[in-house]
């Protein structure tokens, strides 16, 4: 493995965590986003994310400065990419989104250059084809808050190079991460082939009238002295990535009840931009979520 300089395409909820975790560990990292303004956004979010490295790790100031030093920002694909080892998408989970991405990514992108989906919930064979580099694509799967869930999922296809395969394996590791290569496709991974059924029937429970989100949560936390519930956790999640996931299932099942639930949270959530934690208010209002209250569970 020689990667040096990393891009990172998309600063949403795990990009920006990735792209600063890259950097934290001496790799020069291009941030990529669709505009400025969302670039500066996820500016603002690594001040915040410094915060949590220096009380969650004890990283310190000097650390912190060369991180900075190895982020650099650009709105526009082809100067992102320019020089790139490898890149690492995390672009919405839309599957037409990220077809038109790859499409266009592999025709700026330098005949070296790695392509790793960090898809939560697709798997690599999908887009493939449309990255024009089938041998040198796979998917890098990273858990949210990175820099303490610190696991790195990595599924090839069938046609992903077994030398790449393992080179990814070692930036996994030489980034801090719980290396944990899959040896077959699996949609969601692992962590996701759990996860997900689980924020499904938590949501199951409220839509269909059963308790409300924070009585579902307590009860979890309660009966298995989880730190959290399902919907504390989605916050974190984010509810669009729970948004786009139950959309797409709604829309391949025509399931009634998949239907009425993405219906439920854009209206409640998308709507009212109650992104979760990202936007301070998901199910519950952040920084100071009732979850964490002494009475929460009495």
């Avoid at 790859?102 to 999908?126: C, D, H, R, W």
């Avoid at 694509?137 to 296809?157: C, D, P, R, V, Y």
Wanted: aromatic share 10%; net charge negative.
């Amino acid at each position: 493995m020689d990667y040096k300089n990393i891009t990172i395409a998309g600063s949403g909820v795990l990009g920006y965590q990735v792209a600063f975790q890259v950097a934290t560990h001496g790799f020069k990292v291009t941030v990529y986003d669709i505009n400025d303004d969302v670039l500066e956004k996820a500016k603002q979010k690594f001040d915040v994310l410094s915060a949590a490295y220096k009380e969650d790790l004890g990283t310190t100031d000097e650390e912190l400065a060369k991180t900075f030093e190895n982020l650099s920002y650009t709105s526009n694909l082809e100067e992102a990419m320019k020089d790139a080892d490898l890149m690492i998408e995390s672009v919405p989970e839309n599957p037409e989104i990220k077809t038109e991405f790859y499409t266009k990514l592999g025709k700026v992108s330098p005949e070296k250059t790695i392509f790793a989906t960090n898809s939560s919930t697709m798997i690599p064979s999908q887009f493939a084809e449309a990255t024009g580099r089938p041998e040198k694509f796979l998917a890098l799967h990273f858990a949210n808050s990175i820099w303490k869930n610190n696991t790195a999922e990595i599924m090839g296809h069938a046609g992903t190079d077994p030398k790449v395969f393992d080179d990814v394996v070692e930036f996994a590791k030489a980034i801090g991460m719980l290396a944990l290569p899959l040896t077959k496709e699996q949609p969601g991974y692992i962590i996701n082939s759990i996860l997900v059924p689980f924020f499904n029937s938590a949501t199951d429970l409220l839509i269909n009238g059963v308790a409300d989100p924070h009585t579902i949560d307590k009860t979890w936390m309660k009966a298995t002295g989880s730190p959290n519930g399902p919907f504390a956790m989605l916050d974190v999640v984010g509810l669009t990535t729970m948004y786009n996931v139950t959309q797409m299932a709604a829309q391949k099942t025509k399931d009634p009840l998949k239907i009425k639930k993405a219906q439920y949270i854009k209206e409640n959530f998308i709507d009212q931009n109650k992104l979760g934690v990202s936007t301070g208010e998901g199910f519950y209002k952040y920084p100071n979520p009732a979850y964490k209250d002494e009475d929460f569970l009495k």
